[in-house]
């Protein structure tokens, strides 16, 4: 161990009076355990006949040593129901032989006075003599201070002989801690005994809070090294020493002691809370704000002010920061804008000339330099965002307004956005991901099956993390439903399973409710959850998900391993039904998107689906001469080509294959223009259109209209021509040659 150096003294914790905040179970020096509580409690020892907590393969340290001693039976179960309690130590002392005395037991069974006394008297017949009496009582004393003890004090320690000697062998501490520690022995506790004040009470409130928070499990053997080497550090108070010095003197590191170390800087972290304020109103004056302060997860979590020199910018910034949490903006959002703003700080140091120095030419240059530093347009959005809804709020609600009103980001202002290529994995890939063996490797349950519940559903990472335990719901028929929550919608949601799905969530509802009493997640953190009311993290899954790849080695159609993330699944589910032809509509509500728009993106990655079926399909000009597949390099751009001609001009009985930077001279006659095509799908149309245009034709002629009867005659000898072209088989040519039992003539027997 390090010898601790002088650093700049922290300074105590003044005008902190922990003694009012502890409460009784944490007030005492020796601090016991209930084993029954989720974090400083635990699982029991394997002997029936022992209360102390399981530390070692089931077993408390000293039953442990006595199997070890037993030479390690390998029927444990046998051996532990056969061990005896540890709890000689206060076992009831002998008394002297004499029956009305109530002294210790020293020499020939006897007290020290009635041993004296039967020497006296020429050491006749023992048994005899204690049957006699062994003479006149002695005078009744008070009863031993040891706990439990039903013999009389001897001395001035108020000890019976046999437990005086025990305090004198121990070197004859302060009796009352002595006595505490007697009481005690054979339990689980924190031992505060050696700690000075006020770092007994100090440590006492840490573990205090540890137990109120609920989440780090903190038994007494995970800090008692901790507890040990802390009176020797020469400080009576956590707060002497900064935290880098502690761990620095203590010798902790992320290999050796990182349990005693977290606790060390969760305990300082404590104190500084109890001596600073916590809250709103004391945080919002620092410029690094501490996010537990404010009541928001994470130990060491903070947003950090001090890039922005500019004092009006700085606390502009701050004001914006605390309004968009409080309207449930998302943490790492925030953290995200107050990074962009503190780069836009640090860029022009003119700025702390005041408000007035923020000009439009200003925003041009950052424009420039954010061009050079974020080449991806993405990158470069997200910027320009977090100072434009900077500069929106601080007009909207007058908290600037020396700020000029020219100075803004206009819409172009901002880069084009490239859309992306499609993110859906392959059908290679996905076999690979949802076979049975390779998803038995998935060392986690719950990683398994959040992996599961993504492939199957397309929730959103972040979603299916943290779906509740009562998440499955039935229809009127039966059919199971997954409850969940969109949390970037803010709203709940529902997403038809399957059966298979079903009964693995059903089996980790049973798993997570033996674990836990009352849980809240269906997928329960596995570290620092001792009650399982926190979440499954993303991160930890995003790693266990990578280390599943590489061992299932999965790689893609050229034999290179696959990078997957979670949000791909969400695009191969919706691209998945898309393909499938389920309308856009139902997918959107699988989805649960807001809009169209959103979905529209899967249904772009669909194109494959529908050219396959267009090519499938056989296409006749007006002329009902079939058209061949394009088979060229040019085919998807063809096709790319048509099927924006589709979204462009929608047609009811066919497709337009005009280029689209050409102006269409035909204007809704695409029945007579040189550029249409249709296939057999459309025969309905088709034919009612025919009867449409015979009955008008009758109607021209009847009324002398030759010209309308003209076009109209155009008309239907193309329709006739398209029809027979339809449904004529596709191994007929339609000539004179053909061998088909199918004539040209639709009316010949």
């Excluded at 041009?364 to 709020?393: I, M, W």
């Excluded at 049973?510 to 926190?534: D, H, M, S, Y």
């Excluded at 790693?543 to 695009?571: K, Y």
Aim: glycine residues 6%; aromatic residues 6%; hydrophobic residues 40%.
């Amino acid at each position: 161990m390090r010898q601790l150096q002088p650093v700049p003294s922290r300074g105590h914790a003044f005008g902190i009076d922990l003694a009012t905040r502890l409460r009784p179970q944490f007030a005492q020096p020796m601090i016991l355990v209930d084993p029954d509580d989720p974090v400083i409690g635990g699982p029991r020892c394997l002997v029936p006949v022992c209360d102390r907590l399981a530390v070692i393969f089931g077993k408390c340290s000293a039953h442990h040593q006595r199997w070890i001693d037993d030479d390690r039976p390998a029927d444990v179960g046998s051996w532990a129901a056969s061990a005896p309690a540890n709890r000689r130590w206060l076992q009831q002392p002998a008394k002297c032989a004499i029956p009305t005395c109530r002294r210790s037991r020293r020499e020939h069974g006897l007290c020290h006075s009635h041993a004296a006394r039967w020497h006296q008297q020429g050491r006749n017949d023992l048994p005899q003599w204690i049957a006699e009496g062994g003479g006149p009582a002695l005078p009744v004393g008070a009863d031993c201070r040891f706990p439990a003890c039903g013999l009389e004090a001897e001395g001035e320690a108020g000890l019976c002989v046999h437990h005086r000697n025990r305090w004198i062998r121990a070197d004859r501490p302060p009796i009352d801690a002595w006595l505490l520690g007697c009481a005690t022995f054979g339990q689980d506790r924190f031992d505060l005994r050696a700690l000075a004040e006020p770092m007994r009470l100090e440590v006492a409130y840490a573990i205090q809070c540890r137990v109120d928070e609920r989440r780090t499990i903190t038994r007494p053997h995970s800090i008692r090294r901790l507890l040990r080497a802390l009176p020797a550090s020469g400080v009576t108070s956590l707060l002497e020493r900064s935290s880098e010095s502690w761990t620095a003197y203590l010798g902790f590191s992320s290999d050796r002691g990182h349990i005693e170390r977290r606790f060390l800087l969760d305990a300082i972290g404590y104190l500084q809370d109890l001596q600073d304020r916590v809250g709103w109103d004391a945080e919002f004056l620092r410029d690094v704000w501490l996010l537990r302060r404010l009541g928001f997860p994470g130990r060491d979590a903070r947003f950090a002010f001090t890039g922005i020199e500019a004092t009006w910018l700085r606390e502009l910034t701050k004001r914006w920061a605390r309004w968009r949490l409080s309207t449930g903006i998302a943490v790492a959002t925030v953290g995200a804008d107050i990074r962009a703003i503190t780069l836009f700080a640090r860029s022009f140091p003119s700025l702390r000339g005041g408000p007035e120095a923020l000009t439009r030419e200003i925003i041009e240059v950052h424009l420039a330099h954010l061009a050079e530093r974020f080449p991806n347009p993405k990158s470069r959005t997200g910027q320009l965002s977090s100072l434009s809804g900077l500069l929106r709020a601080a007009r909207q609600h007058g908290w600037e307004p020396r700020l000029s009103p020219q100075v803004d980001l206009f819409p172009e202002d901002y880069p084009r956005l490239i859309k992306g290529a499609p993110r859906a994995l392959t059908e290679a890939v996905m076999s690979q991901l949802e076979l049975p063996d390779n998803l038995a490797r998935f060392a986690d349950p719950c990683g398994r099956l959040l992996a599961q519940i993504l492939m199957g559903t397309g929730l959103r990472v972040g979603d299916g993390s943290k779906l509740v335990l009562d998440c499955i719901v039935r229809d009127g028929q039966g059919a199971p439903y997954l409850r969940y929550t969109n949390h970037k919608m803010r709203r709940e949601a529902f997403v038809p399973i399957d059966t298979d799905l079903t009964q693995a969530i059903a089996a980790q509802q049973q798993a997570v409710l033996a674990e836990f009493e009352a849980p809240l997640f269906l997928l329960p953190r596995p570290t620092r959850n001792p009650e399982g009311k926190i979440a499954f993290s993303t991160a930890t899954f995003r790693g266990q998900l990578r280390q599943w790849l590489r061992i299932c080695d999965v790689r893609d159609e050229h034999g290179q391993p696959v990078h997957a993330t979670p949000h791909q699944w969400r695009h191969t589910f919706g691209t998945r039904l898309i393909n499938s032809e389920v309308p856009q509509e139902t997918v959107r509500r699988l989805l649960d998107h807001d809009s169209h728009a959103m979905t529209s993106h899967y249904a772009r990655l669909s194109d494959t689906t529908i050219r396959e079926q267009w090519e499938r399909a056989r296409k006749v000009n007006i002329a009902g001469e079939q058209l061949a597949t394009d088979a060229s390099p040019l085919a998807d751009a063809v096709w790319m080509k048509n099927n924006l001609a589709r979204a462009k001009m929608a047609l009811p009985n066919g497709y337009c294959t005009l280029p689209l930077q050409q102006k269409c001279e035909f204007a809704n006659a695409c029945l007579t223009c040189p550029v249409f095509v249709t296939t057999a799908e459309f025969l309905p149309q088709h034919h009612r259109q025919l009867e449409q245009t015979q009955v008008l034709i009758a109607q021209a002629d009847a009324g002398g209209q030759q010209r309308l009867a003209e076009m109209n005659r155009t008309v239907e000898r193309n329709l006739l021509a398209i029809i027979d072209g339809l449904d004529r088989p596709a191994c007929c040519s339609g000539g004179a040659l053909c061998s088909c039992s199918r004539t040209k003539d639709p009316h010949a027997g």
